[in-house]
């Protein structure tokens, strides 16, 4: 499958990422009227869209700033730099528990995005104003990260192997803590340990481990 580099193309028949797309089955499809409407409120604040990884994203001077998302189950729009967000109205969601950027506003029907819309919109603005400022999200130590249980069993059976994930730079460290974090069950958890082991050992980070695959 091709993502999607069209806005029409994107309304119509979704984002391209999956094998629903041009099916009534797409989130895209399923969440129409929502999507439009989230759409228009975005454009009411944003000169700047466009479409990158196949959905409506809305840019500063080209600095990404939102974007809209649909998933199965609800749809929204997605904060690049979320955790500068104030939050005053409580609405913000993290995308998981150990998520450094993103911010989501999510909704599941037309009526609560009607309901909500001047809240929506004065995300936004705050959005574009934090990205006007230059605002930066400071990165979180390593020593943030929980070390989930299944990673500490492996660290006691091979000092070895705590040693080599010790010595990854500390933005690799948070790219494995995140990915092991993010998995629900401890039996998958303990699986994506045993599969990037052997990339932990030679110093390889889990966002390049497919180049050596």
Same mark, same amino acid.
């Given at each position: 499958?091709?993502?999607?580099?069209?806005?029409?193309?994107?309304?119509?028949?979704?984002?391209?990422?999956?094998?629903?797309?041009?099916?009534?089955?797409?989130?895209? +499809?399923?969440?129409?009227? *929502?999507?439009?409407?989230?759409?228009?409120?975005?454009?009411?604040?944003?000169?700047?869209?466009?479409?990158?990884? %196949?959905?409506?994203?809305?840019?500063?001077?080209?600095?990404?700033?939102?974007?809209?998302?649909?998933? !199965?189950?609800?749809? %929204?729009?997605?904060?690049?730099? %979320?955790?500068?967000?104030?939050?005053?109205?409580?609405?913000?969601?993290?995308?998981?528990?150990? @998520?450094?950027?993103? +911010?989501?506003?999510?909704? +599941?029907?037309?009526?609560?995005?009607? /309901? !909500?819309?001047? /809240?929506?919109?004065?995300?936004?603005?705050?959005?574009? *104003?934090?990205?006007?400022?230059?605002?930066?999200?400071?990165? &979180?130590?390593?020593?943030?990260?929980?070390?989930? *249980?299944?990673?500490?069993?492996?660290?006691? @059976?091979?000092? @070895?192997?705590?040693?080599?994930?010790?010595?990854?730079?500390?933005?690799?460290? !948070?790219?494995?803590? &995140?990915?092991?974090?993010?998995?629900?069950?401890?039996?998958?958890?303990?699986?994506?340990? /045993?599969?990037?082991?052997?990339?932990?050992?030679? %110093?390889?980070?889990?966002? *390049?481990?497919?180049?050596?695959?």
């Amino acid at each position: 499958m091709k993502m999607t580099k069209s806005i029409d193309v994107f309304l119509t028949d979704g984002c391209g990422r999956c094998s629903k797309f041009a099916t009534d089955a797409c989130s895209v +499809r399923i969440f129409a009227a *929502e999507i439009e409407a989230l759409r228009g409120i975005a454009l009411s604040v944003f000169e700047e869209e466009s479409i990158k990884w %196949g959905t409506p994203c809305y840019s500063y001077k080209g600095k990404n700033v939102a974007a809209l998302f649909s998933f !199965k189950d609800n749809c %929204g729009i997605s904060f690049f730099k %979320g955790p500068l967000l104030a939050d005053t109205h409580q609405m913000l969601v993290a995308p998981s528990e150990t @998520a450094q950027t993103f +911010r989501l506003l999510r909704f +599941r029907n037309l009526k609560q995005i009607l /309901e !909500k819309q001047e /809240e929506i919109r004065s995300y936004l603005f705050e959005a574009l *104003e934090v990205e006007k400022a230059g605002l930066k999200l400071q990165p &979180r130590p390593v020593s943030e990260f929980p070390v989930p *249980e299944e990673l500490q069993v492996q660290f006691k @059976a091979s000092p @070895a192997f705590e040693a080599a994930f010790r010595a990854l730079t500390p933005g690799r460290q !948070k790219n494995y803590l &995140r990915h092991f974090n993010d998995a629900k069950q401890s039996s998958t958890r303990t699986a994506r340990i /045993e599969k990037y082991k052997p990339f932990i050992f030679k %110093g390889i980070g889990q966002d *390049e481990a497919w180049k050596f695959s």
